[in-house]
Nanobody, 123 residues
Framework: VQLQASGGGLVQAGGSLRLSCAAS????????MGWFRQAPGKEREFVAA????????YYPDSVKGRFTISRDNAKNTVYLQMNSLKPEDTAIYYC?????????????????WGQGTLVTVSS
């Protein structure tokens, strides 16, 4: 499975961005999907996850209520809608695919990773 993330950019604090991750080379609906991020000098951080059919989602407290993950299996794409952005949300955002039908914050369980898209939030 190949993953291509897009939609990053520069936004002011309080603004919104929508990231997309297009999948190819596999049966997209058989993969749970996740978003992670990594800021300079920091460890990778879990951001959101969604199950095969989209019925289950999972967020850490740091983004809950501000970020929404969704997927369109007909388009082989997963999205991350980010609202009320803060400077601390600045990072490279990665999408990842997991064969199990679950939602997990553990990056070690994901089998495929995209190349990342940079999100910069200015204060």
């Amino acid at each position: 499975v190949q993953l291509q993330a897009s939609g990053g950019g520069l936004v002011q604090a309080g603004g919104s961005l929508r990231l997309s991750c297009a999948a190819s080379g596999g049966t997209f609906s058989n993969y749970a999907m996740g978003w992670f991020r990594q800021a300079p000098g920091k460890e990778r951080e879990f951001v959101a996850a969604i199950s095969w059919g989209g019925g289950s989602t999972y967020y850490p407290d740091s983004v809950k209520g501000r970020f929404t993950i969704s997927r369109d299996n007909a388009k082989n794409t997963v999205y991350l809608q980010m609202n009320s952005l803060k400077p601390e949300d600045t990072a490279i955002y990665y999408c990842a695919a997991m064969k199990y039908n679950s939602v997990s914050r553990d990056g070690r369980l994901y089998d495929y990773w995209g190349q990342g898209t940079l999100v910069t939030v200015s204060s």
